[in-house]
């Protein structure tokens, strides 16, 4: 599958992207190269082949490698004073963020 000039300025708007003729032509030919890369993957022949939950999980126990998800750090009042003092806005102890859906 390719892409036309077409479908990377279909896109360029989807995306509300405003792209010059050399950035839609630099995005035409990044696109078709992961287009290309895609295709080659999905022709590799994978029968036989068990899934993994992870690819490290072919060289060792992964794990192993990975740490229990245990609470490591009390929570305190000074501790989330500090944590908030850098926000811009904050009330009882949450951040406060701009509305961006109405």
Not at 44 to 71: F, K, M, N, W, Y
């Amino acid at each position: 599958m390719s892409l036309t000039p077409a479908d990377v300025s279909r896109i360029a708007r989807l995306a509300r992207l405003e792209l010059n003729e050399q950035e839609q032509a630099t995005a035409l030919n990044e696109l078709n190269s992961m287009l290309g890369l895609i295709e080659q993957l999905q022709s590799v022949d994978t029968s036989g082949v068990q899934p993994l939950a992870h690819p490290l999980s072919v060289h060792e126990e992964i794990s192993l490698r990975l740490r229990e998800d245990v609470v490591t750090e009390t929570p305190s009042e000074q501790t989330r004073a500090s944590l908030m003092s850098n926000t811009p806005a904050e009330s009882e102890g949450l951040f406060l963020v701009p509305k961006v859906i109405e």
